[in-house]
């Protein structure tokens, strides 16, 4: 399938007749735009005939699946995987911050509650997930004629998933009721019994231990366990393990869901004239009605409605990290020198992301050396050649803030 821009950079209907986009390019009436997904531009005049094409969102916390077709043919597919690291990186910087302050202003106290919260104020995680989901349906445009868009929301009862047969005035008492605070319901839940040694140390000190990180797993009760204060100490200098202590199930996705449901809908209400919503117990209907696998593109083309149209190629696409302005690294050498945590911004003439085509493999780079050795991986991360020399490289595409490429 090749995508097509009119002389003004409006896109209209694509086309499978690749002979005469060979012809167009070989005298210059049309020009390359974009190589994945391939899009040209004509240079000429031309009727803008186009028919209706819907585009189905099948939105996620981390894959996102996106369809466009006609009633008969799949236009564009695609399975695309956002960004899950805004949490750890922001508290990266806010422990970078603090520690300068400490290093070079130690008079200055810390302000952290001196800006107002605006008007439809999202948690910059779930903001950049968001605005993630934007771009994939803008990229959509830039190559086709979508009249009209159909998003996939979900609102999860997560006390529902715990609880299957809880009703009525059960949701306002939770396992919390009658307990102070958190601790002393996980107290209470564990019988005041270490998990790990089962109160063979006879310690009458107990802790509320995490079994995930409070930046990861967060407070909630099925992240806390009952430890002593001896198996405590033991596990915070490596002694011992809890491997074989589990944490409940993590509702993270559900919650994200619940939050950019309205918001996500709402601005593309605001961007674009024709936007519907759909739910998953119908998308999960006609996938199961056409025997159709489960995929997020797959569940994309059921949500424009159209599950029987005739499929085309797949794109895999990844959301990367543009920039990293950490300028040096936390620990200090000897001397008191502090290492660069940047790489320099090319390395024999390559970028980190670049498009480079190895042998008769199309990846990307991943890892790069001074010395010259790069890794190249697919967009996945599955490897295609761990250290080969830049010479063997060919450049593609320079990099882009989505890594693109054909399933």
């Known amino acids: 399938m090749v995508y097509v821009l009119n002389c003004k950079g409006v896109p209209i209907m694509p086309t499978t007749r690749h002979g005469m986009v060979r012809r167009l390019l070989r005298e210059h009436k049309a020009k390359v735009v974009k190589r994945c997904p391939f899009t ?101 445009h830039e190559i086709l004629p979508i009249g009209k868009i159909v998003v996939e929301i979900a609102s999860f009862d997560i006390q529902k998933i715990k609880n299957p047969e809880i009703k009525c005035a059960e949701y306002q008492q939770g396992d919390q009721l009658g307990f102070k605070n958190v601790k002393a319901y996980v107290l209470a839940r564990d019988g005041c019994t270490c998990r790990c040694c089962n109160g063979k140390s ?22 806390l366990v009952t430890l002593c204060d001896s198996c405590h ?47 998953g117990y119908i998308t999960k209907h006609l996938r199961e009605k056409y025997h159709l696998k489960k995929d997020h593109h797959v569940d994309a083309r059921c949500i424009c409605g159209v599950p029987q149209a005739l499929p085309s190629d797949v794109y895999l696409m990844k959301k990367v990290r543009c920039h990293n302005r950490q300028i040096h690294k936390f620990t200090t050498l000897k001397g008191g020198r502090r290492k660069l945590n ?14 480079v085509k190895v042998g008769d493999r199309v990846g990307f780079i991943f890892g ?17 050649n ?11 595409e320079t990099r882009k803030i989505w890594l693109i490429e054909k399933c």
Request: proline fraction near 3%.
């Open 40 to 140: 040209i531009q004509l240079r000429y005049e031309c009727a803008n005939i186009t028919q209706p094409i819907t585009l189905g969102v099948d939105t996620g916390y981390e894959n996102v699946g996106i369809s466009a077709c006609t009633e008969k043919k799949v236009l564009f597919e695609a399975k695309a995987k956002i960004r899950t690291d805004i949490v750890k990186l922001l508290s990266t910087r806010r422990e970078t911050r603090h520690t300068r302050r400490v290093r070079k202003t130690r008079y200055r106290k810390a302000r952290f509650l001196n800006r107002g919260i605006a008007n439809g104020w999202l948690p910059p995680s779930i903001r950049a997930k968001v605005e993630s989901h934007l771009r994939l349906v803008a990229k959509a």
């Open 202 to 223: 006879k310690d009458k000190v107990l802790r509320v231990h995490h079994l995930e990180s409070r930046l990861i797993g967060g407070d909630a009760p099925n992240n």
């Open 233 to 279: 100490t033991k596990f915070h200098k490596g002694l011992i393990s809890l491997d074989d202590i589990k944490r409940g199930k993590s509702f993270k996705a559900e919650t994200f869901m619940g939050l950019m449901r309205n918001f996500f809908f709402k601005e593309l209400c605001n961007k674009y004239p024709c936007v519907k919503c759909t739910y």
């Open 342 to 355: 940047q790489a320099p911004y090319t390395v024999k003439g390559f970028r980190l992301f670049d498009k």
């Open 368 to 384: 790069r050396r001074t010395s010259g050795a790069f890794d190249i991986r697919t967009v996945y991360g599955e490897r295609i």
């Open 386 to 396: 761990g250290s080969i020399s830049y010479k063997k490289l060919q450049l593609i």
